[in-house]
C-alpha cells in the first residue's frame, strides 16, 4: 500500500467513524509516515498514526491500532485543550511536529487549520527549538533520576530506563527539525549524524544502549524469541495498558515483520531499542495476565536479550542510567552544534 492510499483509507474512517465521536473537532496525520512523499509505499512495519481531537478529557484508552480500507491505523485521541494554545503546542515536541506540514484531514470548526499555521510559522524559531529540546532532556533526566525500583517489577523497570534513554535521541532530533519518531528513533538519528559528519556519535548513543556490539544475527535469533513471546502475550492479554493495541494480532506485522526487516536491512543495533521495549511490555502482559508457567516459559529469552545490551540486574540498571545523565551536557553541546543554520539565523 501506498502513503496516499493509506491516507485515504484514513480520511475515509474518520468520515465514517471518528467524525460521530462525541465532542469531534476534527483529525490530523502525526508519526513517521508524515514525511514520506504521497506515492512512496508505506514501510514494512510502520502504521497510518491518526490523532482525533476532541472536547472533552483524554479517554483512559485509545481506539489504538485497527485495519481499515486495507490499511493498518493507529488511533489516538487528543483533548482540545491540549492543543488550544500555539504556544503550549510550539513548546511541545510530539504536538508540534506535526504540524511542519499539511497535516490536517478533518476541520469542522476551522481551528486545526489556524493551530496549524500558527505552528507552521513559528516552528523553526530559535526560542521555540530550544524549548522543545528542553522538553525532551528533561524526560531523560526526571525518567533516569526517578526509576525507583523497588516499587518495579523487572519488566517496569527496564522500560522505566529504556525510554528515557531513548529520549536522547529526540534531543538531537528536535535540534535538528526532524521527526522525533518512536519505533525507529535510533536509525533516524544514525542518519542525522551521519549527515552531519559525526557518525562517532551514534556509536556513543549506541554504547549508552548496550546495542553498539549487537551483531545481526543475535538480533535476528532475539526477534524468533520476542515472536513467541508476543504471540503467548496477545493470546492471554486482558489487563488494559497503555500500548495494548501494539500487542495484538493487527500489530504483529509492525512489531515483528518491521523489526525483521530492519534489521535484514543492517539496522540491527538500531531496532535493538523496539525489541527490548515490546519484550518487557510482553512480559508485562504475562506478569498481570499469564499462568506462572507460562510466564517462566518467557522469561529466559528476555533475560537473554537484556544481558546482549548488558543489562542483567538492578545495579546495572542503575549504573546506565547513570552513564546517561553524566552524557547530558555532552549531548546538549552535540544538540548545540547540529542546530539548523535558518534558525541559528533568525
Known amino acids: 500500500m501506498r502513503v496516499n492510499e493509506a491516507r485515504a483509507a484514513a480520511a475515509d474512517w474518520i468520515r465514517e467513524h471518528g467524525s460521530r465521536t462525541p465532542g469531534f473537532r476534527g483529525a490530523y496525520f502525526s508519526g513517521s509516515t508524515v514525511d514520506l512523499p504521497a506515492d512512496a509505499p508505506v514501510p514494512p512495519g510502520s502504521d497510518t498514526d491518526v490523532m482525533l481531537v476532541v472536547d472533552g478529557p483524554e479517554p483512559a484508552a485509545k481506539p489504538g491500532k485497527f485495519r481499515h480500507l486495507g490499511a493498518l491505523l493507529e488511533v489516538t485521541v487528543v483533548p482540545w485543550a ?17 504540524f511542519r506540514g499539511d497535516t490536517v484531514i478533518a476541520d469542522p470548526t476551522g481551528d486545526l487549520g489556524r493551530l496549524r499555521a500558527r505552528v507552521a510559522a513559528g516552528f523553526a524559531e530559535p526560542r521555540w527549538v530550544l524549548r522543545r529540546r528542553a522538553e525532551a532532556r528533561e524526560r531523560v533526566e526526571s525518567g533516569l533520576r526517578d526509576l525507583a525500583p523497588e516499587k518495579r517489577s523487572w519488566a517496569a523497570l527496564v522500560l522505566g530506563w529504556l525510554f528515557p534513554t ?8 528536535v535540534a535538528a527539525l526532524r521527526n522525533p519518531t518512536v519505533r525507529l528513533r535510533y536509525v533516524a538519528t544514525r542518519d542525522l549524524l551521519v549527515a552531519h559528519g559525526t557518525p562517532d556519535r551514534h556509536e556513543e548513543l549506541l554504547r549508552l544502549l548496550g546495542s553498539h556490539r549487537l551483531t545481526a544475527d543475535r538480533a535476528e535469533h532475539h526477534l524468533r524469541a520476542l515472536a513467541a513471546t508476543f504471540d503467548a502475550a496477545a493470546e492471554v492479554a486482558r489487563t488494559p495498558f497503555p500500548f495494548s493495541s501494539d500487542l495484538t494480532r493487527a500489530a504483529r506485522p509492525i512489531a515483528i515483520d518491521g523489526s525483521l526487516a530492519r534489521i535484514r536491512a543492517g539496522d540491527h543495533r538500531e ?41 542483567r540486574t538492578v545495579d546495572d540498571v542503575r549504573a546506565r542510567a547513570a552513564a546517561v545523565l553524566a552524557s547530558l551536557p555532552t549531548l546538549d553541546a552535540w544538540a548545540d552544534e547540529i542546530r539548523p543554520p535558518a534558525a541559528a539565523e533568525r
Open 82 to 98: 491540549t492543543l488550544a494554545s500555539p504556544e503550549r503546542v510550539l513548546s511541545s515536541y510530539h504536538l508540534a511536529t506535526p
Open 166 to 173: 531513548g529520549v536522547t535521541t529526540h534531543v538531537l532530533l
Open 271 to 311: 531496532i535493538a531499542f523496539w525489541l527490548a521495549a515490546t519484550f518487557a511490555r510482553c512480559h508485562l502482559v504475562l506478569d498481570a495476565d499469564a499462568p506462572v508457567a507460562l510466564r517462566d516459559a518467557h522469561r529466559p529469552a528476555f533475560a537473554e536479550l537484556l544481558a546482549d545490551l548488558g543489562i
